[in-house]
């Protein structure tokens, strides 16, 4: 080491002790003072599954504490969401029937557009969000429709889609949805629903654009909760690829483009570069997807006595705010929104 190097050094440890940097995490008070990110339930968004039926309550066995319910039961969810102060509810839907255009998901009488129905006229103040896509709509459970070959191989035809999702869009932005939330990942669906909302006379409907959605192992327990994975092959032509950083700007700057008013990431923990990313290049309000695979390992990890729910959980919420996402959708919203009250 060069002498003058070595005398830096020595100035440094002199006048900056050990301590130096733990002198402002020695009590609660302290650290609560120099925190830099902070938690807060309007930042939170609880997605909620609604099946037809009346009295129903059913948990998801892959998620506890989040439930399949029907529109009665819903709405005592949508209140605690409300009273709690969250910053809106995210709904799928848990059709009657499935075909192969996943019909209900258009139809005025559909469960997610009754439920939105119920939402506004018991709980007006609370935001819902729809989440627009055909997965758990279909008979094979794909986010489109699909042209199958003689030889068994597939396709899920992207334009034939735009058509069915912007009237999806439309129908529950008719029912009162405060904003629509395309999942499917088709090309051009957010230039298509916004103009079918202009046409609807929805011009102040905003659009949250699932801009980029990466194909997940972590959306296994979903499926089981809207009982939506595929049937066949799975979403690689779709969803994006998990290793690719520049696509998935590339994504959003595209849905920007065509009239997204909001943006997303998803999944978020194995993602967080991607937030982060998203955060320093584009202004818009920028959301993460805790996704169903991150509540359910935390959850199994906890049952095990393996790790602390509660701690893992505000720990992993921070680390995607930190990330840059304004908004977090989590299962986690209502208890993470009791613990800060
Ligand atoms: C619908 C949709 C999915 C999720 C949100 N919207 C499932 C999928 O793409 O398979 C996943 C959410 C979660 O895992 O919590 N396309």
Redesign the pocket.
């Known amino acids: 080491m060069s002498r003058a190097k070595s005398a830096i050094l020595y100035t440094v440890r002199m006048s900056f002790p050990i301590s130096r940097m733990r002198r402002l995490r020695r009590t609660e008070s302290l650290r609560a003072l120099v925190r830099e990110t902070h938690l807060a339930p309007e930042n939170l968004i609880l ?1 909620l599954f609604v099946c037809p039926g009346e009295g129903v309550r059913r948990e998801v066995t892959s998620m506890p504490g989040v439930f399949n319910t029907s529109i009665d039961e819903l709405l005592k969810d949508a209140r605690e969401a409300h009273s709690l102060g969250l910053g809106g509810v995210m709904l799928f839907g848990i059709p009657s029937a499935k075909d192969e255009r996943g019909s209900e998901a258009c139809s005025e009488q559909g469960i997610v557009q009754q439920a939105l129905r119920a939402i506004k006229r018991e709980v007006p103040q609370l935001v819902t969000i729809a ?1 627009v ?1 055909l ?2 709509y279909t008979s094979h459970g794909h ?1 489109g429709v699909v042209e199958k070959s003689a030889s068994g191989e597939f396709e899920v035809k992207n334009d034939e889609t735009l058509e069915l999702l912007a009237r999806s869009a439309v129908t529950f932005g008719e029912a009162g949805a405060d904003i629509v939330a395309p ?2 990942m088709m090309d051009g669906r957010v230039a298509a629903i916004r103009d079918a909302l202009d046409d609807a006379g929805l011009e102040s409907t905003p659009i949250l654009s699932y801009a980029a959605k990466f194909a997940s192992a ?2 296994g ?3 089981d909760a809207a009982g ?1 994975a595929p049937q066949f092959g799975d ?1 690689r032509s779709y ?1 994006m690829d998990g290793a690719n950083l520049r696509e998935a700007l590339r994504e959003i700057e595209l849905d920007i483009e065509e009239g997204a008013d909001m943006i997303m990431v998803k999944p978020a923990m194995p993602y967080l570069d991607v937030i982060a990313a998203a955060r320093a290049t584009f202004e818009l309000p920028l959301a993460a ?1 805790q ?3 991150e509540y359910a390992m935390i959850h199994a990890a906890a049952r095990n006595g393996w790790i602390d729910l509660e701690r893992a959980m505000m720990e992993s919420l921070v680390s995607i705010r930190r990330a840059g996402a304004s908004m977090i959708l989590t299962y986690f919203a209502r208890d993470a929104a009791r613990k800060l009250g």
């Open positions: 997605p989440d896509c997965c758990e986010c999942s499917d972590f959306y327990p979903f499926r939506s979403r969803q997807y996704v169903s695979g």
